[in-house]
T-cell receptor, first 111, second 112 residues
Framework: QKEVEQDPGPLSVPEGAIVSLNCTYS??????FMWYRQYSRKGPELLMY????GNKEDGRFTAQVDKSSKYISLFIRDSQPSDSATYLC???????????FGAGTTVTVRA | ETGVTQSPTHLIKTRGQQVTLRCSSQ?????VSWYQQALGQGPQFIFQ???????GRGNFPPRFSGLQFPNYSSELNVNALELDDSALYLC???????????FGSGTRLTVV
């Protein structure tokens, strides 16, 4: 079993739809949770960064963390074609700066 | 200068050769990590350096080695290249205490 599980998709949605992405994990020591966006042939770009459980909103993006279920989510409202990318979840524990990544979900937003 | 820069962007090597990849950390960042990303996979942690000392290593053999310099730039060296080493190599930096890393655009290594 992988430490971080993420459905690779692909996911295709029409412009304006809500995109819902999620990851599950097995390591209960994880305390920091991140979502990265990666365009083709580019490095990952940090989108959202949260500590412990709860919700965080930034513009059209909302990240949710449920530590009791070991489940994290990212929602993208009013999706745009420019949101088409691979989205990677990543997490780490307090004492270790190593990031454990999911496999990434490829999202296409159709105009 | 802002952001993480990596060089070269692409590289083709022959099996058995050695390669050195370079990274300049984002200004003010003293921690650098290297990741390997195979096609269609998430990045896998190789190792991390803080103030020129390695302080964490993933499940990679010793032929993967690194350095961090006083200006916080870094190198990844891979000896005795194997075909499976073909991947995107990502450098990421952060300021100690911050878990959200800034990534470079990567070096795409092809081993033939």
């Amino acid at each position: 079993q992988k430490e971080v599980e993420q459905d690779p998709g692909p996911l295709s949605v029409p412009e304006g739809a809500i995109v819902s992405l999620n990851c599950t994990y097995s390591n209960s020591a994880f305390q920091y949770f991140m979502w990265y966006r990666q365009y083709s042939r580019k490095g990952p770009e940090l989108l959202m960064y949260t500590y412990s459980s709860g919700n965080k909103e930034d513009g059209r993006f909302t990240a949710q963390v449920d530590k009791s279920s070991k489940y994290i989510s990212l929602f993208i409202r009013d999706s745009q074609p420019s949101d088409s990318a691979t989205y990677l979840c990543a997490m780490s524990d307090v004492n270790d700066y190593k990031l454990s990544f999911g496999a990434g979900t490829t999202v296409t937003v159709r105009a | 200068e802002t952001g993480v820069t990596q060089s070269p962007t692409h590289l083709i090597k022959t099996r058995g050769q050695q390669v050195t990849l370079r990274c300049s950390s984002q200004s003010g960042h003293n921690t650098v990590s290297w990741y390997q990303q195979a096609l269609g996979q998430g990045p896998q942690f190789i190792f991390q350096y803080y103030r020129e000392e390695e302080n964490g290593r993933g499940n990679f053999p010793p032929r993967f080695s690194g350095l961090q310099f006083p200006n916080y730039s870094s190198e990844l060296n891979v000896n005795a290249l194997e075909l499976d080493d073909s991947a995107l190599y990502l450098c990421a930096s952060t300021d100690r205490g911050v878990h959200g890393y800034t990534f470079g655009s990567g070096t795409r290594l092809t081993v033939v």
